[in-house]
């Protein structure tokens, strides 16, 4: 999706979109540093223009095994047709569960371009939550952010249980962001949801 796009995007929904423009390849290198074909399957949230899912796909993850999870219908539609063996899910990362998301596989890594810093913290605690109930007990959820902390409050890491620590930098970026992997503190898997989100219509 060229930047224009994008940005027209956002003027539509700022708070849903986050930036302006999209990441740049050194963000998406940063982000999924850590990740390769053993991490497979990978979820990705918000993917937005497919910036990170590009470099997914460089590090060894087959489409196949990408599960591409974006609420915009027009950033969706696009990912569909530039990821045609990926799957896609037009719905919001809150009511991501893993029998839709993977068909009940767990992932050994979420990547995030969702805008935290703009959620209020229920909806951050919802979406870690749906996030790491599709995670392998080793799995990992990575997240950018603009500011200069975790985009994650103490609260919320010790209501869900988990620790956060930066892992990468992409001061070429615009703005400038700062790379965070989040992960359980203990071994024990939340179970599986038995139920299914909607999807929409991409036709």
Same mark, same amino acid.
């Given at each position: /999706?060229?930047?224009?796009?994008?940005?027209?995007?956002?003027?539509?929904?700022?708070?849903?979109?986050?930036?302006?423009? *999209?990441?740049?390849?050194?963000?998406?290198?940063?982000?999924?540093?850590?990740?390769?074909?053993?991490?497979? *399957?990978?979820?990705?949230?918000?993917?937005?223009?497919?910036?990170?899912?590009?470099?997914?796909?460089?590090?060894?993850?087959?489409?196949?095994?990408?599960?591409?999870?974006?609420?915009?219908?027009?950033?969706?539609?696009?990912?569909?047709?530039?990821?045609?063996?990926?799957?896609?899910?037009?719905?919001?990362?809150?009511?991501?569960?893993?029998?839709?998301?993977?068909?009940?596989?767990?992932?050994?890594?979420?990547?995030?371009?969702?805008?935290?810093?703009? /959620?209020?913290?229920?909806?951050?605690?919802?979406?870690?939550?749906?996030?790491?109930?599709?995670?392998?007990?080793?799995?990992?959820?990575?997240?950018?952010?603009?500011?200069? &902390?975790?985009?994650?409050?103490?609260?919320?890491?010790?209501?869900?249980?988990?620790?956060?620590?930066?892992?990468?930098?992409?001061?070429?970026?615009?703005?400038?962001?700062?790379?965070?992997?989040?992960? &359980?503190?203990?071994?024990?898997?939340?179970?599986?949801?038995?139920?299914?989100?909607?999807?929409?219509?991409?036709?």
């Amino acid at each position: /999706m060229h930047s224009i796009s994008f940005f027209l995007q956002w003027l539509a929904a700022p708070l849903r979109v986050g930036a302006v423009a *999209p990441s740049s390849p050194q963000l998406a290198k940063a982000i999924t540093a850590e990740i390769s074909a053993a991490n497979a *399957p990978v979820i990705e949230l918000g993917p937005g223009s497919g910036v990170f899912t590009r470099a997914l796909i460089e590090r060894g993850i087959p489409q196949a095994r990408l599960a591409l999870v974006e609420r915009s219908k027009a950033f969706a539609g696009h990912l569909a047709v530039q990821f045609p063996q990926a799957r896609v899910l037009c719905i919001d990362a809150a009511r991501l569960e893993a029998r839709a998301a993977i068909g009940g596989e767990r992932a050994g890594a979420v990547v995030s371009g969702l805008p935290l810093l703009l /959620m209020p913290a229920p909806t951050i605690a919802t979406i870690l939550e749906r996030a790491f109930e599709c995670l392998r007990p080793e799995g990992a959820f990575y997240q950018f952010t603009y500011g200069p &902390r975790a985009p994650v409050s103490r609260a919320v890491l010790d209501r869900l249980g988990l620790v956060a620590a930066r892992v990468g930098t992409a001061p070429g970026n615009f703005p400038p962001a700062l790379v965070y992997r989040l992960r &359980r503190r203990t071994s024990v898997a939340p179970l599986i949801s038995a139920s299914a989100p909607s999807f929409c219509d991409l036709a």
